[in-house]
C-alpha cells in the first residue's frame, strides 16, 4: 500500500491518467455506492465513469446524482453516465451537472440520433464532451450521423442491450456487425476508436479474448465493471513489446533507406508502425 498522504496519491495518479481520447479501460461505478467512488479514481481504470442510469433504481436517481455532486464538487473527478433523452430523468441531469466541477463529460445512455447528442452537449453549456452509447439496432444504424452530431466525443458500444434488442448472441460473428458500424462511424465522423461493451464475470482469460475481439476490429477501448478488470483491459488493448519492436525497426530501416515508398504494402505498414509508436508513448511501454 502506497505511504503517501491521500491528496498527494490522488495527484500521482491524475499525473499519469491516459486521456479520454485514448482510454482503454472505462470503469463504471454504481453511482450510489459513494464508498467506491475513491477506490475507483486512484485504481488501474483509464477512466471511470459513475453510473446514474441502468445501476440506478429510478426512485433513487435524485439521491445518487445528489451523491455524484457532491463528490464531483469536493475534489472527485469522473465521467457520469446520464440517462436518455427519453427520460424524465435526463433534464434533472444535465440541468444538474451542467457547470459541475470535476466532470470530465457525460456518457449518454441509449443514444439513437444525432439529436440526443446536441441537444445534451448545448444544455451542458456547449463546452463538456459527450459520449454517446449506443445500444440498440436503430443507434447502430444511425451511428454515422451520431458520430458527426456536435459535442460527440467518442463513440461506446451498450452491447447487452444491443443484444437484448436485436435477439444476437454474444459471440464474435454476432457483435461483428455493430463493432465494425461503430469503427466505420467513428473514423467517418473522425472520432477516435470506439468504446467495446463490458465482459460480465470474473473470468481474465474471457476478458482477454474478448478485448482481443475488439481490438481485431479496431476498437481502441472498452468498459469494465470492477476494479479487477482494468489492469487486463489496458494490457489487451496496448500494443505487445514485440509489436513495438516491430514498429521501431520498421521505422528506423524506412528512415535509413531516405523515407521511400519502395512498394504498395509501405504504406499501410508505416501507419501501423506510427499508430503503434504513438500508442505506445501514450501508455508509456518501453521503447528499445
Same mark, same amino acid.
Given at each position: 500500500?502506497?505511504?503517501?498522504? @491521500?491528496?498527494?496519491?490522488?495527484?500521482?495518479? *491524475?499525473?499519469?491518467?491516459? +486521456? =479520454?481520447?485514448?482510454?482503454?479501460?472505462?470503469?463504471?461505478?454504481?453511482?450510489?455506492?459513494?464508498?467506491?467512488?475513491?477506490?475507483?479514481?486512484?485504481?488501474?481504470?483509464?477512466?471511470?465513469?459513475?453510473?446514474?442510469?441502468?445501476?440506478?433504481? $429510478?426512485?433513487?436517481?435524485?439521491?445518487?446524482?445528489?451523491?455524484?455532486?457532491? &463528490?464531483?464538487?469536493?475534489? =472527485?473527478?469522473? &465521467?457520469?453516465?446520464?440517462? +436518455?433523452?427519453?427520460?424524465?430523468?435526463?433534464?434533472?441531469?444535465?440541468?444538474?451537472?451542467?457547470?459541475? $466541477?470535476?466532470?470530465?463529460?457525460?456518457?449518454?445512455?441509449?443514444?439513437?440520433? @444525432?439529436?440526443?447528442?446536441?441537444?445534451? &452537449?448545448?444544455?451542458?453549456?456547449?463546452?463538456?464532451?459527450?459520449? $454517446?452509447?449506443?445500444?440498440?439496432?436503430?443507434?447502430?444504424?444511425?451511428?454515422?450521423?451520431?458520430?458527426?452530431?456536435?459535442?460527440?466525443?467518442?463513440?461506446?458500444?451498450?452491447?447487452?442491450?444491443?443484444?437484448?434488442?436485436? =435477439?444476437?448472441?454474444?459471440?464474435?460473428?454476432?457483435?461483428?456487425? $455493430?463493432?465494425?458500424?461503430?469503427?466505420?462511424?467513428?473514423?467517418?465522423?473522425?472520432?477516435?476508436?470506439?468504446?467495446?461493451?463490458?465482459?460480465?464475470?470474473?473470468?481474465?482469460?474471457?476478458?482477454?479474448?474478448?478485448?482481443?475481439?475488439?481490438?481485431?476490429?479496431?476498437?481502441?477501448?472498452?468498459?469494465?465493471? +470492477?476494479? *479487477?478488470?482494468?489492469?487486463?483491459?489496458?494490457?489487451?488493448?496496448? @500494443?505487445? @513489446?514485440?509489436?513495438?519492436? &516491430?514498429?521501431?525497426?520498421?521505422?528506423? +530501416?524506412?528512415?535509413?533507406? =531516405?523515407?521511400?515508398?519502395?512498394?504498395?504494402?509501405?504504406?499501410?505498414?508505416?501507419?501501423?508502425?506510427?499508430?503503434?509508436?504513438?500508442?505506445?508513448?501514450?501508455?508509456?511501454?518501453?521503447?528499445?
Amino acid at each position: 500500500m502506497s505511504s503517501l498522504p @491521500p491528496t498527494e496519491r490522488l495527484a500521482a495518479r *491524475e499525473a499519469t491518467r491516459v +486521456d =479520454g481520447q485514448n482510454a482503454r479501460s472505462w470503469q463504471l461505478v454504481n453511482a450510489r455506492s459513494v464508498e467506491l467512488f475513491d477506490a475507483a479514481q486512484l485504481g488501474r481504470a483509464d477512466q471511470i465513469i459513475l453510473d446514474l442510469e441502468d445501476a440506478v433504481d $429510478p426512485l433513487l436517481k435524485a439521491e445518487a446524482r445528489a451523491g455524484v455532486i457532491e &463528490w464531483l464538487s469536493a475534489g =472527485g473527478s469522473a &465521467w457520469v453516465r446520464i440517462n +436518455d433523452c427519453t427520460t424524465p430523468f435526463w433534464s434533472d441531469d444535465v440541468a444538474e451537472l451542467a457547470g459541475v $466541477p470535476g466532470l470530465r463529460g457525460v456518457m449518454l445512455a441509449k443514444v439513437e440520433s @444525432p439529436d440526443h447528442v446536441t441537444d445534451t &452537449w448545448q444544455r451542458l453549456g456547449g463546452a463538456t464532451p459527450v459520449l $454517446p452509447l449506443v445500444e440498440s439496432a436503430l443507434g447502430i444504424e444511425n451511428a454515422v450521423s451520431i458520430a458527426s452530431a456536435r459535442g460527440a466525443f467518442r463513440l461506446a458500444f451498450g452491447s447487452g442491450d444491443y443484444r437484448r434488442d436485436t =435477439g444476437a448472441e454474444n459471440n464474435p460473428l454476432a457483435m461483428a456487425y $455493430p463493432r465494425t458500424r461503430l469503427v466505420l462511424a467513428s473514423r467517418i465522423g473522425s472520432l477516435p476508436g470506439p468504446i467495446d461493451g463490458p465482459t460480465v464475470g470474473s473470468s481474465h482469460a474471457i476478458l482477454r479474448e474478448q478485448a482481443a475481439d475488439a481490438v481485431g476490429m479496431g476498437m481502441t477501448g472498452k468498459l469494465c465493471l +470492477d476494479l *479487477e478488470q482494468p489492469a487486463v483491459i489496458n494490457e489487451a488493448m496496448s @500494443p505487445t @513489446p514485440s509489436d513495438v519492436a &516491430w514498429a521501431m525497426d520498421f521505422l528506423r +530501416d524506412f528512415a535509413e533507406a =531516405g523515407g521511400v515508398i519502395r512498394d504498395g504494402s509501405d504504406k499501410p505498414r508505416l501507419a501501423r508502425a506510427e499508430t503503434i509508436r504513438t500508442r505506445a508513448a501514450i501508455f508509456r511501454i518501453p521503447v528499445d
